[in-house]
């Protein structure tokens, strides 16, 4: 199956879980900004969980499928798709085929970016162990940039799946709105004043307009004060990792992150709540709150296995369809028939007709 | 590693920094470079990536596949056994020279003046003391292939900018706080802007793609308009060759 970008939106990449493994030369990690969308959309379709999905911004594409048929799942916020012009859901697998048309109206306060995974994956060529486009470097994705009308990409080789299962919502992302970016304080929170870091894990911020793949930037009236400046000797930067530069604001860094940076980094929000800021519209407030680096790491844990319930449910949405659908089938289709029986052994040959 | 003591510091439930000063040196780079062979060459389960910077190493590893407790214990043991990492500085032997053409001030260096001001030199001066400095390249990042130069002239030291630009264009030099760099791609930043490159310090289709390298001396050297564009033009057509000698090792 092939898509044909008929109009591309205001900003659709191929992206996958990312480029990891080449951050000491200086090249970001890039990838899906909500990965646990990302995710359970490729788990819906039976692809691996590193398939490349298009990821798409504010406004979707217009997609014509051709060549083929096969299945989508489009997950993360709400865009409003529409196929064949009839409203589709999220979270639900869909099946395509060629002359389908997927349309978005776009986004309606549920989110900033939903994923369009494709049963088999988008295929284009992988680029240091990666599917994803960073725009910056022009590398990954389709030519390295963002997708333009006409742009037709290949799927690969579907896996298993089920037409109609859809990811029950309390195995969907957390997405509400008014809860504290979860955050482990350091590498540098003693750089910034003790009053400072009281100030970052009790002020009410806004998400600025000028946030982007790279970064998502703070406004804000009450700055952090550092201890002595706000520049430090370059060292790397994790997915979001949270800078406090000289203005005193925080910027949360995302996807599409430098490597390293010479920046006070105060904490770094936890992976699910990233993924969770990056569905934020711009002006949306956002906290932060404290955990232990322990306490994140039983958080993924727990998402792991929110991760597994997804596989377990639609392995047996798969497998209870088939009988569900076997049973009638044997139905109506034998309308007599004939066996041996052996009863308190004697045998016998029995012929039976349907009344 | 007498005066300081380096420090394991969370970085998130996939991270973790080790730490080994605040200054930019080539003893704590030996260090970084140190711990950074020991846990390549001994992996820990989870762990997904290294990334050696100046002054410390960040770990990255699957917070489903660690043992938080057991990799902070290893971390101490692999510290104990790096006292004597003085002798493992030998890293210039055989490095590469690479010098760089840069047109100064103007539209290209917007912030020429500015670390005049600041510094209290003239805009000749800086030119000069920046390209007489003998610049190391400690690490490539930020953004692909990005320089981080020490042995910056320490009269040249200029803070970052207060709110970074959201626009650099490609192969600006700059000077941050104490540190030298060139932006290789477009991307915002904080560095102080002083002139620009006439070629391209990353190019994927090139070979070598990322021109300054972690582990190259590098000079830069003023050229004029007429040059600039002189070599943007070979550059551009594939005819420029980038200025790589051989290092002569002297007595140091």
Redesign the interface.
């Known amino acids: 199956m092939k898509l044909l970008i008929q109009f591309p939106g205001a900003l659709t990449t191929v992206q996958d879980l990312g480029r ?2 080449y ?6 990690v890039s990838g899906a900004m909500d990965a646990p969308a990302l995710i359970r959309g490729n788990i819906l379709l039976g692809n691996q969980d590193n398939a490349a999905a298009l990821e798409m911004t504010m406004s979707g594409p217009s997609v014509l499928f051709k060549d083929g048929e096969g299945a989508i799942a489009i997950t993360g916020g709400d865009l409003q798709p529409r196929l064949n012009n009839q409203p589709v859901s999220n979270w639900k697998v869909l099946p395509v085929k060629s002359g389908d048309v997927l349309t978005f109206a776009g986004v309606c306060g549920r989110g900033l970016r939903a994923y369009l995974c494709v049963s088999g994956g988008i295929d284009v060529p992988v680029v240091m162990g990666s599917r994803s486009t960073y725009m ?4 990954g994705g389709l030519d ?1 940039r963002k997708l333009a009308k006409d742009d037709e990409l290949s799927t690969g080789q579907a896996g298993k799946y089920k037409a109609g299962v859809s990811c029950p919502e309390n195995m969907r992302p957390d997405y509400s709105p008014d809860k504290p970016l979860r955050t ?5 929170d003693d750089y910034i004043k003790p009053e400072g870091v009281k100030t970052f894990l009790s002020s009410e911020y806004k998400i600025s307009p ?1 946030s982007d793949r ?2 998502s930037r703070m406004e804000g009236s009450e700055l952090i004060e550092h201890v002595k ?8 930067i ?4 949270v800078q406090i ?3 005193g604001l925080p910027i949360v860094m995302m996807a599409d992150r ?6 006070v ?1 105060i ?5 699910l709540d990233v993924a969770r800021l990056s569905q934020l519209m711009p002006g949306s407030p956002v906290r932060f709150s404290q955990i ?3 306490q ?2 039983e ?3 727990s998402e ?1 296995q929110a991760l597994n319930s997804l596989r377990d449910y639609v392995m047996k949405f798969s497998q209870t369809q088939t009988l569900t659908q076997a049973q009638p089938q044997t139905q109506s289709q034998s309308q007599r028939g004939a066996m041996n029986v052996i009863v308190n052994g004697e045998k016998f040959f029995v012929t039976w007709e349907r009344l | 590693m007498s005066e300081f003591k380096a420090k394991i510091l969370p970085a998130g439930e996939t991270c973790i920094f080790v730490d080994f000063g605040e200054i930019i040196d080539m003893k704590i780079n030996a260090c970084v470079q140190a711990l950074k062979r020991a846990l390549t060459d001994e992996p820990f389960e989870g762990l997904l990536e290294l990334v050696p910077t100046y002054r410390s190493l960040s770990i990255y590893f699957d917070p489903l596949r660690i043992n938080l407790d057991a990799l902070y214990e290893r971390l101490n043991k692999e510290l104990a056994g790096l006292d004597d990492y003085n002798s493992d500085n030998n890293q210039a032997a055989n490095s590469i020279e690479i010098h760089v053409p840069v047109f100064f001030g103007g539209e290209f260096g917007p912030d020429l003046q500015d670390v005049a001001e600041h510094t209290k030199l003239t805009v000749e001066e800086v030119i000069k003391r920046y390209c007489g400095s003998p610049l190391y390249c400690f690490m490539n990042g930020f953004t692909p292939g990005f320089p981080y130069l020490g042995g910056m002239d320490s009269s040249l030291e200029t803070p970052r900018l207060k709110n970074p630009r959201e626009y650099i264009p490609a192969n600006s030099v700059a000077i941050g706080g104490a540190q030298a760099g060139a932006y290789s791609i477009a991307s915002p930043g904080g560095w102080r802007i002083i002139g620009r490159v006439p070629y391209e310090l990353y190019d994927p289709y090139r070979e070598p793609a990322v021109a300054i390298q972690a582990g190259m001396y590098v000079t830069f050297y003023p050229v004029d308009m007429n040059r600039y564009q002189e070599i943007e033009a070979q550059a551009k057509s594939g005819i420029y060759k980038i200025e790589y000698k051989q290092r002569e090792m002297t007595s140091k």
């Open positions: 990891w493994g951050q000491a030369i200086g090249m970001p910056k470097a022009k590398i390295g482990v304080l350091g590498p540098q000028s790279m970064g400046g706000p520049d430090i000797v370059s060292d790397a994790p997915m979001g990792a530069p000289g203005q430098q490597t390293t940076g010479g920046y980094k904490g770094v929000v936890h992976a232990t680096q322990k994140g790491i958080i993924s844990k792991a």
